[in-house]
């Protein structure tokens, strides 16, 4: 029988968890990994460049601006093709995400760009899961996906 003693068996024991993939260990590096690179979008205005609903492409037309900013302290604004917005949000440590709408301006516009924002805004609050590339961050629900990039100055 082998006899490990005090910082020995300290060492086995977590570098046994890890090797399992012991609860808590994998996720929380993984979790600062996507909080550290998710603040660098941070008061940053992102525009929507990809958006999918139902398995369906939705063209953007190009007269049409959708944007979000993801601000410090959990606030959320941007533009909706006609009409402004804001919010809050919240990241979690796995990559999941909740956004809630507050707040809109009511102004009309063309349909096919209210029908546009109509989508939008049922799509952005039912967002589930984030994901962070280097240029872009993707929202993502079972229904839908919102892939937004860095605006161009």
Same mark, same amino acid.
């Given at each position: 029988?082998?006899? +490990? ?31 550290? *690179? ?5 008061? &940053? %205005? &992102? ?9 369906? %492409? /939705?063209? /953007?037309?190009?007269?049409?601006? /959708? ?44 349909? *096919? ?8 805004? %049922? ?8 994901? +962070? ?5 993707? &929202? *993502?629900?079972?229904?839908? &996906?919102? %892939? ?6």
């Amino acid at each position: 029988m082998i006899h +490990i003693r005090g910082r020995c068996r300290a060492f086995v024991l977590l570098v046994a968890a890890v090797s399992a993939g012991g609860p808590g260990l994998a996720q929380s590096r993984g979790a600062a990994d996507v909080r550290s *690179e998710f603040s660098a979008f941070q008061d &940053l %205005e &992102l525009r929507l460049v990809r958006f999918v609903v139902n398995g369906r %492409e /939705i063209a /953007i037309p190009a007269r049409a601006t /959708i944007t979000i900013t993801f601000q410090r302290g959990g606030q959320i604004s941007g533009h909706s093709t006609v009409n402004n917005y804001a919010g809050v949000f919240r990241v979690m440590p796995d990559g999941k995400i909740t956004v809630q709408l507050t707040a809109a301006t009511l102004m009309a516009g063309p349909p *096919e760009l209210m029908q546009l924002e109509r989508e939008y805004f %049922e799509a952005l609050p039912h967002v589930t899961h984030i994901s +962070i590339k280097p240029d872009r961050i993707i &929202l *993502e629900h079972e229904k839908s &996906l919102l %892939e937004f990039a860095k605006s161009r100055s």
